[in-house]
């Protein structure tokens, strides 16, 4: 790319660009883009390769602290038995319209359950890109971006279909060296915690197993997705477990 980029401006005035920073630049975001999902669904797969110094959410009001590393903390495990086991069909169409409607609704929901966020930006709902839906597809996912302290940070919302979600909530905590929670029953289904740390990167999810056999799953990140590369990583996440638990458990979002 970066010889044929050279001969095809050859004898033109030099400009300031560089094949070699665009290249960089465009493979951390495919990077970035790929690991948020891995992350998202990384109990699916519930194959782990790192052993993560965990965070513990419940640092005073606002914030994410940081508990024993390798905790693996549960109440009594809640048994889950969804009325739908196989994935649920669902058109394009179903899809567009249902994510049109659960995004309208994010637009009041996430500062309601947020009131020291400020500046929210919210992305499209989609599949592996904004706006994608097809034939067969499992879940959508929409990232908001919000303002704390001067800081950026972001939430990812990944809501499943029916049997979508190939694992259990016992599932979800399956994975050592992570702290994760079983929280008991929220409206007749199973809620469960976890915080990861990818490094810099921390992500603490909260998952909502519904009766129905849908999961909503929200992710908070200690820095904005949707920013510039690379990432400005901070301390500590500004959402609690209740706010985490609020949007998890909202019956308007779902499939």
């Known amino acids: 790319m970066r ?6 401006v050859a004898g033109e005035p030099l400009l300031d660009f560089d094949a070699d920073a665009l290249v960089a630049t465009a493979r951390h975001q495919v990077k970035r883009r790929r690991a948020l999902v891995a992350a998202g669904v990384a109990t699916v797969a519930v194959v782990a390769v790192a052993v993560a110094v965990p965070i513990a959410l419940g640092r005073g009001e606002t914030q994410v602290a940081q508990p024993p590393a390798s905790t693996v903390t549960s109440e009594k495990p809640t048994q889950w038995s969804p009325t739908a086991t196989q994935p649920g069909r669902y058109t394009v169409d179903d899809l567009r319209r249902r994510s049109q409607q659960m995004a309208a609704h994010l637009q009041v929901a996430v500062p309601n359950v947020l009131p020291a966020a400020s500046e929210f930006s ?14 067969g597809q499992t879940s959508v996912n929409a990232p908001v971006s919000f303002t704390v302290d001067h800081a950026r940070y972001s939430l990812l919302v990944t809501v499943w279909v029916p049997g979508g979600l ?11 060296g992570e702290y ?6 929220r409206d007749g289904g199973p809620v469960v915690v976890k915080t990861e740390d990818l ?3 921390s992500i603490s999810t909260m998952y909502h197993f519904r009766p ?8 908070a990140y200690n820095y904005d997705m949707a920013g510039p590369v690379p990432p400005t990583y901070m301390p500590a996440i500004p959402v609690t477990v209740d706010q985490l638990m609020r949007l998890a458990t909202d019956p308007d979002l779902g499939l």
Do not use: H, M, N, W
Not at 122 to 135: D, K, L, S
Not at 166 to 176: D, E, I, L, N, Y
């Open 122 to 135: 919210y992305g499209q709902f989609g599949g592996e890109a904004a706006g994608q839906f097809y034939e």
């Open 199 to 201: 490094g810099d990167a």
């Open 166 to 176: 190939p694992t259990s909530p016992g599932g979800v905590c399956a994975v050592t």
């Open 180 to 185: 994760c929670k079983q929280f008991g029953e």
């Open 212 to 219: 129905s056999g849908d999961v909503v799953q929200i992710a």
């Open 3 to 8: 010889l044929g980029l050279r001969d095809a």
